[in-house]
């Protein structure tokens, strides 16, 4: 049945046809057609957010704790150009997010008119796909057609651009339309002689190691990876995007590897001969100096786009296709040929780096706060079932060590861009997909002061949030680096906020959240445990640190994985040097 209606309706039916019940954004000028049907939608919840950075963050949350597309909504020019960062943010992390623009009309575009941007334009490199669209008729097949490309095959950002004459003008409306993609058609099924290539590569191996990305989760295949390693007794490294994705506890979890990764997973890769490399893209943050990662190894690459695959290594044995294919055809192949290779002496080296090697750090005399403390206490208090988002820097970095991830998805954060100012949006776009659940904010002083005005869209929409600063007074990583490498000359990371210039208290307060603070290491469990109680509006915690902890284990950037340090000048020391 078809129905006459506006542009502007016929998007928003669209909305609601393709199952979004969440659109975080700012309205405007061009994007003003599309807010008037909005009003009335029963189906679709707008959230007006305080900044579109904010809005595209809190897509990446929401689709990162559901599983379902993000949506976020902005007008042309300005309000566009501020999603850019989440785009490009998305884009990385392989993040299932619609961003629905307005445009100026069509007859005005090319020349400059008020709030033009050439957004399409501007976002081409950094979406997995995008649409300009002048005809009204047009929309309701790419709204069908944005939403698939995002979700399948290898996830990401659509950007939709709609002239507002195109909102304004009628239109006839049916459901559904027919999606004209006949040049997108990702691969999931792994092809059968490749997955056999690397059953025989794994029987013969002496020293593998299942080296797990953010892909595996996408493709929610967390309970073959189980089944995986178990069957083999291969040992598993997790990625920053991939913790929670195998368990922390689990014996045969060696930890996160790469430039702050522990030493039993990097020293993992660099002594195997066999990587099976699964939903990840040997990034230079995992293999350090690529010359020299993981020397000894072949490499079994399974992945469901294709261009990641030998992209930065050789892979001996390609496989596009979707994790959970792919290790389900490897459980079966594995099974079914009965042999079980030997890792005894594989296991004896990797307890001993185990054992020799735990993630530890320094604490003060002067009774300042270690931030690592933080991070494990709120583990233990909020626990696995929490869901933690982090910003960037050390604290993301101590959230990615020093919480136990048990469940898959359970750490969301900014891992390819390394975005500044990802958590408090995340944190809110991740509770409004899972009211239900608690999700806690590991936020660095810096960072916060980039986003926490979405505070204001927390309080008000009935978003409660936990949010832990971090305050160590610095852009802390950035001062670990001019410790380190530049002579500890401290150019510009003094934040100052030991003048409490934000009070971060008095800050949270004025958004109209509970404000606490805690200085000493005594106080962490009361002030964690006040915060877990406090379940009606959004609790931002200042925990005032100390300003020169540092993130050990570190590979410092361009260098071997070889050369990782425990701590200043300190090497471990590795076996079989000559090997
Ligand atoms: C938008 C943005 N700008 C700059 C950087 C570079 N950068 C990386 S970490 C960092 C410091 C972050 O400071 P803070 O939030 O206080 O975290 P800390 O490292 O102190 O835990 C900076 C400036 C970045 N990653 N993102
Ligand atoms: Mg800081």
């Known amino acids: 049945m078809t129905e006459r209606m506006t542009g502007a309706q016929a998007l928003v039916r669209a909305l609601e046809h393709v199952g979004v019940d969440t659109v975080f954004g700012i309205p405007g000028g061009a994007i003003l057609p599309a807010y008037d049907p909005l009003y009335d939608s029963t189906k679709v919840r707008h959230v007006l957010v305080r900044h579109e950075q904010g809005a595209g963050h809190a897509a990446e949350g929401y689709a990162q704790a559901t599983g379902k597309v993000g949506v976020c909504m902005a007008t042309s020019g ?93 239109t006839t409306f049916s459901w559904p339309p027919t999606m004209q993609l006949p040049g997108y058609r990702p691969v999931t099924r792994p092809h059968s002689k490749q997955i056999r290539e690397a059953a025989k590569l794994i029987a013969e191996s002496k020293r593998p190691v299942l080296y797990v990305g953010g892909g595996v989760h996408k493709a929610r295949a967390s309970a073959e990876l189980l089944q995986l390693a178990e069957l083999t007794g291969i040992p598993v490294v997790t990625t920053l995007m991939a913790r929670g994705t195998f368990p922390d506890s689990h014996p045969q979890h060696m930890g996160m590897p790469g430039m702050h990764g522990s030493v039993s997973a990097v020293g993992a890769l660099q002594k195997a001969d066999l990587l099976i490399g699964l939903g ?99 583990s233990a208090i909020a626990g696995p079932d929490t869901y933690y988002v982090a910003g960037v820097g050390q604290h993301q970095m101590w959230a990615a060590q020093f919480i136990d991830y048990e469940n898959p998805g359970t750490f969301i954060n900014s891992g390819g861009l390394g975005t500044m100012g990802f958590a408090v949006p995340a944190a809110m776009g991740a509770k409004m997909g899972r009211p239900e659940s608690t999700v806690w904010a590991i936020d660095g002083d810096g960072c916060f002061q980039m986003t926490n005005q979405e505070l204001a869209t927390c309080a008000l929409e009935g978003v409660p949030v936990k949010i832990a600063v971090i305050n160590n007074g610095n852009l802390g990583m950035v001062r670990q680096w001019q410790t380190l490498f530049y002579d500890q000359r401290y150019s510009n990371t003094d934040l ?35 915060a877990m109680e406090i379940n009606d509006v959004p609790v931002v915690v200042d925990f005032v640190v100390h300003q020169d902890a540092m993130v050990w284990p570190m590979v410092a950037a361009g260098t071997s994985n070889d050369d990782i340090k425990i701590a200043r000048d300190m090497a471990p020391k590795w076996e079989n040097e000559d090997e």
């Open 78 to 170: 300005p309000g566009a150009t501020n999603l850019v960062t989440p785009i490009a943010d998305a884009y990385m992390d392989s993040v299932p997010i619609v961003a629905i623009t307005g445009q100026v009309a069509s007859a005005a575009i090319g020349t400059d008119a008020f709030q033009e941007a050439d957004i399409s334009g501007i976002t081409m490199p950094i979406t997995k796909h995008n649409f300009l669209i002048t005809d009204p008729a047009d929309i309701p097949r790419t709204i069908m057609e944005a939403f698939h490309i995002a979700s399948t095959g290898r996830p990401g950002p659509v950007l939709v651009d709609i002239s507002k004459d195109a909102l304004q003008a009628d």
């Open 280 to 378: 990840v893209r040997f990034d230079d943050r995992v293999t350090g100096d690529l010359g020299s990662f993981a020397p000894y190894a072949k490499v079994v690459h399974a992945d469901i786009d294709p261009a990641e695959i030998s992209k930065n290594r050789h892979a001996d044995v390609p496989i596009v296709g979707d994790c959970k294919e792919v290790i389900g055809d490897l459980v079966a192949v594995i099974q079914a040929s009965g042999q079980k290779g030997d890792y005894t002496e594989w296991w004896t080296t990797l307890n001993g780096y185990k054992q020799t090697y735990p993630l530890g750090y320094e604490t003060y005399e002067d009774g300042t706060l270690a931030p690592q403390y933080v991070m494990e206490r709120l």
């Open 496 to 530: 100052q906020t030991v003048r409490r210039i934000p009070d971060f208290v008095k800050l949270a307060e004025a958004y109209g959240c509970v404000g606490l603070r805690c200085e000493r290491a005594e106080d962490v469990d009361a002030v964690i445990k006040k």
